[in-house]
């Protein structure tokens, strides 16, 4: 077991007997890393206690230097909601597994059964766009764990939120794979007529069989290409996301699945290759030999093949769709299909110009 630190913030401390840069103790690294911690204490350290079945170890995971990152190259959004933590639907693949860690709880079954919802998410946004320095920009939401995953038949937080980016007139740019989006439709309807809202739907696969078992709580693929229609014929722009996609699993699939898209009348798509951060290798390696282990040592050379022999980059630029002989393939065959179809001939632009500041608490409103 493992805990972050605020390592950076302090010089390390280095015993005169050591040459620089040598490894330090455990004591040691403690000492620096609890000095303002410590403060009043004896102490200098707190090492687990020998008859603990855990042990923590201090170290710095790269969070207490994210200040010091550039905004990421590579997604179009600066600023996004998530309405729940951890997600049913129970995608073998989810990129945001590993966020439960941080939570004390794993990445594996926990992330699909121990959820955590935050309904005061439609006043607290409410809250935020009255600030007087705030400047709007489409809102992403889906970004993380799905927001019509199945709890949010109950919680409707989701409903909440637009209703709130209506009667602001906020944009905002969705991303989910379940059929429960097409609810909303009235909101994202009247919404999509001042261009203030599109959706992406994800999908997958087309094999129900696959589906089942590697998205085992999401709508079926023919239930999100029926969503895609109704969002379609009521005027919303929406976007197929060919995602993940998985060599020798569901690459063979990317132009039947365009095509049944352009069929329900997406003008938009993407694709994303598979993301293995963190716990996700481990879990997908332990989903593949389970179910597919004659393809197991297949899958991953390829994963390897396209990062740079790695089974996961996390390279700006270069993590959405990897390198090499294959991924540039898989681009290809991409960018060939859609200019068959006439899918992204056009993308569609949301606006900010309709934006309403809603008045803060201590506010009065405006008379005229």
Not at 227 to 245: E, R, Y
Request: with cysteine.
């Amino acid at each position: 077991m493992s805990r972050a630190s605020n390592a950076l913030k302090h010089p390390p401390v280095t015993a005169p007997s050591e040459p620089a840069g040598a490894p330090l103790p455990f004591e040691q690294i403690e000492a620096a890393i609890g000095r303002q911690r410590r403060r009043g204490r004896g102490a200098q350290s707190n090492a687990s206690g020998r008859f603990e079945a855990e042990a923590r170890v201090a170290f710095d995971d790269g969070w207490q230097s994210l200040e010091e990152l550039p905004p990421f190259p590579d997604i179009g959004f600066d600023r996004s909601i998530n309405p729940y933590r951890g997600c049913e639907h129970g995608c073998v693949y989810c990129f945001a597994r590993p966020t439960h860690a941080y939570l004390g709880l794993s990445p594996g079954l926990d992330f699909e059964t121990k959820l955590f919802a935050k309904p005061d998410a439609p006043q607290l946004l409410e809250k935020e766009l009255a600030a007087a320095g705030y400047e709007p920009r489409m809102i992403a939401i889906g970004t993380n764990t799905d927001p019509y995953q199945p709890i949010e038949r109950d919680r409707k937080i989701m409903r909440g939120i637009l209703e709130v980016l209506e009667k602001t007139a906020h944009p905002v740019g969705i991303v989910t794979k379940s059929a429960l989006v097409t609810r909303d439709i009235d909101i994202l309807a009247r919404m999509a007529k001042r261009n203030l809202a599109k959706v992406a739907v994800s999908v997958t696969t087309l094999d129900a069989k696959l589906a089942r078992s590697m998205e085992p709580r999401a709508s079926t693929p023919s239930k999100r290409l029926e969503a895609l229609k109704q969002l379609s014929d009521a005027g919303i722009p929406t976007t197929v996301m060919v995602a993940p996609v998985i060599p020798a699993l569901n690459d063979s699939e990317i132009e039947r699945i365009l095509d049944a898209a352009a069929h329900a009348g997406v003008r938009e798509a993407s694709y994303v290759l598979l993301r293995l951060p963190l716990e996700v290798r481990d879990l997908f390696r332990e989903w593949l030999m389970a179910n597919y282990p004659d393809r197991y040592r297949h899958v991953f050379t390829l994963i390897r093949d396209m990062r740079d022999g790695r089974d996961y980059d996390s390279q700006w630029g270069t993590r959405m769709k990897g390198t090499g002989p294959m991924a540039w393939m898989i681009g290809r065959r991409f960018e060939i299909a859609c200019e068959k179809l006439g899918l992204n001939k056009r993308r569609a632009k949301l606006t900010t110009d309709h934006f309403a500041r809603p008045p803060r608490s201590n506010e009065q409103f405006n008379l005229f």
